[in-house]
């Protein structure tokens, strides 16, 4: 069947990659949408520098599946929990993989769990992981027929 | 009311939510059914039609250019003044895909600076994801949805690379072309089917060197006739090969939803001939961006005051009703591919000898082939027909005009 008259498509996994807030590094960032685009997911960047609003924003316009924030900041239990309030804002909170990577301290990142965060990968973490960990958790959209 | 493609009822629910939510102004269920459109889910169609009746308020411009030219920070800028006065704002940016993973880094958010945490500028990227024809439906579907949700403006934003890209722009009600001075090619660029649709031409970049030479260039082959089916505007009518066939308007084009053909000397000068404008910019700066909505504006009145919008949209709908017949064609005739065991079964017959390409695709088309020269299309069932035969409706709406008796 032709790619657009069925609905047999697989839907590519679409992330938002994202830098929030005062955080100039974006190295690993821009490594890990390099590897996600090349595991066929379709990659949104944010760009540096972001307001916890505007990836909000973005994640909800965007109706990406995944959303990972880079932070290296040490900001990340000021900035998560904004991030997860605006998703709740907006009903996106429930069916939104949220995964945080950078220098998150491991005393911290059970704390982030408990927000909500499925996952926090730190430097070092093979992109392989990483990879399948989202397909792997990928959450089915609700109002996809099951 | 018939539907395009033949739902169960919970798909039938879901969707009359889903379009509920989105004429109440929830940008969640926006974003869902520009999703669903994307990724041309089951229902889509039932989808974008229901959406159909509350489309047409919305202005919708095209922006195309070379990579680097600036189109981002051009867009973001536009929304900015947009909202400035008091217009809501869509965006849809278009990325290329790789082609080796399928995947895509879509990175037109890293330039929207301007209008952050504002939810009436909605910014959707999208990815080309390697399909050919079908980008420009999904595109023009998308700008459907958020012209249904009630935006002013619409902005369509692509790489003017190649035929898919001008595809996409020509969907829009004015095309804008970003050059920037200091790159020879980029004009040269231009020349190969971006100069005949666009309305307005931006020189962005304009505090750098080459402006003018950019500008006289742009100006010489506006304006001269040019070489290659550039518009000859300054005669009052535009080159006859505007509107040629392409692979989207395919035989029998010259309905392309490109430039105004009412204004060529075969169709007589009802509709009076638009003079495409040259806008300089620092969009960094925010430099003429005035200049350029005004530009835009000035481009929306005369296509309203014409009638030149008329023809363009009734242009764009042929192009669209074609395309989506093309389509449906197409899943037929794969389906008939796949009852005869599938394409590469065909293929080893012809490797084995018994055959050539030629005879198979004529065994397979011919039974389709028949039908249609024996005018058995059910155009009786046209207007009452239930949702299934809402495809061969199509067809036989099609078909009319050359008589089918």
New interface residues.
């Given amino acids: ?7 047999e ?1 697989a ?2 996994v ?1 992330c938002l990659i994202a830098k929030v807030g005062l955080d100039g590094h974006d190295r690993g960032a821009h490594v890990i ?2 590897a ?12 540096l520098h ?2 916890p ?2 990836i909000v ?2 994640a ?4 990406v599946d995944v959303l990972g924030l880079s932070i290296l900041s040490g900001a990340h239990n000021t900035l998560v929990p904004k991030v997860i309030e605006g998703l709740e804002e ?3 909170r429930s069916d939104t993989l949220l995964i945080v990577g950078g220098i998150i301290p491991e005393a911290d990142r059970d704390g982030l769990r408990d927000m909500g965060v499925a996952a926090v990968f730190g430097p070092g973490t093979p992109m392989q992981e990483t990879i399948d960990f989202v397909r792997e958790n990928v959450r089915p ?1 609700p ?1 996809d ?1 099951v | 009311m018939t539907r395009p493609d033949p739902l169960d009822d919970s798909a039938g629910d879901r969707n009359r939510r889903l379009v509920a939510s989105l004429l109440d102004g929830d940008h969640r269920a926006l974003a869902r059914v520009i999703s669903r459109i994307e990724d041309r889910a089951p229902g889509h169609r039932d989808l974008v039609s229901r959406l159909y009746p509350r489309t047409g308020d919305a202005e919708v411009v095209g922006i195309t250019g070379s990579p680097g030219a600036g189109k981002s920070t051009l867009v973001d800028k536009l929304a900015a003044a947009y909202r400035d006065r008091g217009d809501t704002v869509g965006v849809v940016a278009v990325d290329p895909a790789s082609p080796y993973s399928g995947g895509s880094v879509l990175g037109d958010r890293i330039r929207m600076a301007a209008t952050v945490g504002d939810m009436d500028v909605f910014v959707r990227s999208m990815s080309a994801r390697g399909r050919l024809g079908g980008l420009s439906t999904a595109t023009t579907d998308a700008v459907n949805a958020l012209d249904a949700f009630g935006k002013d403006v619409v902005l369509v934003e692509t790489v003017g690379a190649g035929q898919n890209e001008v595809d996409i722009v020509r969907t829009a009600d004015t095309v804008a072309v970003v050059a920037q001075p200091g790159s020879g090619d980029d004009v040269q660029m231009l020349k190969a089917g971006i100069l005949e649709i666009g309305d307005v031409f931006v020189v962005n970049k304009a505090d750098m060197n080459g402006v003018d030479r950019l500008i006289a260039d742009l100006e010489e082959m506006l304006h001269r006739g040019g070489s290659g089916g550039a518009p000859v505007s300054a005669g009052g009518h535009h080159g006859a090969s505007v509107g040629a066939n392409t692979p989207e308007t395919g035989p029998g084009g010259g309905d392309s939803a490109g430039r105004e053909s009412g204004s060529d000397p075969g169709t007589g000068g009802d509709i009076p001939s638009w003079d495409p404008r040259v806008v300089t910019t620092v969009a960094t700066g925010g430099d003429g961006i005035g200049d350029l909505v005004d530009a835009f504006d000035a481009h929306a009145s005369y296509l309203q005051e014409s009638g030149a919008g008329r023809e363009r949209a009734r242009s764009r709908y042929a192009a669209e009703i074609r395309r989506l017949i093309r389509e449906d064609a197409n899943a037929l005739l794969d389906a008939e591919i796949r009852r005869r065991g599938g394409v590469d079964a065909l293929a080893e017959r012809v490797l084995a000898g018994d055959t050539d390409p030629y005879t198979v695709a004529s065994e397979v088309v011919e039974p389709i082939a028949d039908i249609v020269n024996d005018g058995r299309l059910p155009r009786e069932a046209t207007d009452d027909a239930g949702d299934t035969a809402d495809d061969s409706n199509n067809a036989a709406d099609e078909r009319g005009p050359d008589g089918d008796a």
């Avoid at chain 1, 909800?60 to 109706?63: L, S, Y």
């Fill in positions: 069947m032709s790619a657009d008259s069925g609905g498509r839907r590519p679409r949408a390099r996600f685009r090349d595991a066929g997911f379709e990659v949104v960047y944010s760009g972001r307001a609003e505007e924003q973005a909800v316009q965007e109706d907006y009903g996106a959209r109002d027929p």
